[in-house]
């Protein structure tokens, strides 16, 4: 699978965003989907992450509350909004993709995901 991730861009602390990663090349459906993000000098944070059918959720306790992940399958795109953005969200965020046979599992460590989106840049101004 292919994926491609947007919607990044520059933003006032307490707003908005919504990034997307689309996927290509493969089910879409077979994937758990998550985001993870890095900051400058920082290593790679799990974020958020769906399972293959978006029937289970979980969330980085720094993002609970304001960050909600949600996933099209019709369209092969997994989205995160990104809500009360805070400057300490200033990071690249990558989408990872990797297939599974769980309904429910998403995995939150970075080595187990296989294929990655090639990352968009959120800054939030204070």
């Known amino acids: 699978v292919q994926l491609q991730a947007f919607g990044g861009g520059l933003v006032q602390a307490g707003g908005s965003l919504r990034l997307s990663c689309a996927a290509s090349?493969?089910?879409?459906?077979?994937?758990?989907i998550t985001w993870f993000r890095q900051a400058p000098g920082k290593e790679r944070e799990f974020v958020a992450g769906?399972?293959?059918?978006?029937?289970?959720?979980y969330y980085a306790d720094s993002v609970k509350g304001r960050f909600t992940i949600f996933r099209a399958n019709a369209k092969n795109t997994t989205y995160l909004q990104m809500n009360s953005l805070k400057p300490e969200d200033t990071a690249v965020y990558y989408c990872?993709?990797?297939?599974?046979?769980?309904?429910?599992?998403?995995?939150?460590?970075?080595?187990?995901?296989?294929?990655w989106g090639q990352g968009t840049q959120v800054t939030v101004s204070s």
């Open positions: 990872a993709a990797e297939r599974s046979q769980s309904l429910t599992v998403v995995y939150t460590y970075d080595s187990a995901y296989d294929y």
């Open positions: 769906i399972s293959r059918t978006g029937g289970h959720t």
């Open positions: 090349g493969s089910t879409f459906s077979s994937y758990c």
